[in-house]
């Protein structure tokens, strides 16, 4: 069968739909898997911490989390973090620091919070190459916990 105009662009056409098709169905199991990846960068993952708390977000602040953490303690320390905020509070990102450890890195945010000014402090840390947020302010029975510092008098 001779190929016309007309069934060469029908073949294109074709061939056009089969891989938007693929492309769609790879992009719709990729954004399925509640996996998160974390960030490259400690301002990345200050980023897209302000990126999160600014769009009251929950499902990005879980995902700011790292997955050794379940799913359930992830969302909940998320839903805990988005209920304890106020109305009006928008955050920046004002200084990031890694003067402690390469793995570790400290985030001054601030902002408005309503008619008032509003700051904070997040702590990051680094775990196979990628970026969480530490929560520093989780609730007794959360299963998410940053790190703490010894407090005790050291021996002699």
Same mark, same amino acid.
């Given at each position: 069968?001779?190929?016309?105009? $007309?069934?060469?662009?029908? $073949? ?8 938007? !098709? ?37 499902? =990005? ?6 997955? /050794?953490?379940?799913?359930?303690? $992830? ?7 988005? !209920?304890?905020? &106020?109305? &009006? ?8 620091? /890694? ?19 509003? =700051?904070?402090?997040? /702590? ?5 190459? =990628? ?14 916990? !940053?790190?703490? =510092? ?7």
């Amino acid at each position: 069968m001779p190929v016309t105009h $007309r069934t060469g662009r029908l $073949r294109a056409a074709a061939v056009l739909a089969l891989v938007l !098709g693929g492309a769609l169905l790879t992009g719709a199991c990729s954004s399925e898997d509640n996996d998160p990846s974390g960030a490259k960068s400690p301002r990345a993952a200050a980023d897209a911490y302000v990126k999160a708390v600014n769009g009251r977000d929950e499902d =990005a602040l879980r995902d700011l989390y790292a997955p /050794q953490h379940s799913e359930d303690s $992830r969302t909940k320390e998320a839903k805990r973090l988005v !209920g304890s905020l &106020g109305d &009006g509070v928008e955050l920046s990102v004002v200084d990031v620091k /890694q003067d402690v450890s390469p793995k570790f890195a400290s985030v001054r945010l601030g902002g408005s919070a309503g008619e008032g000014r509003h =700051a904070e402090y997040i /702590q990051l840390s680094e775990a196979d190459g =990628a970026w969480w947020v530490v929560p520093d302010n989780a609730d007794e029975d959360s299963e998410i916990g !940053g790190p703490t =510092a010894d407090t005790s008098k050291p021996s002699s």
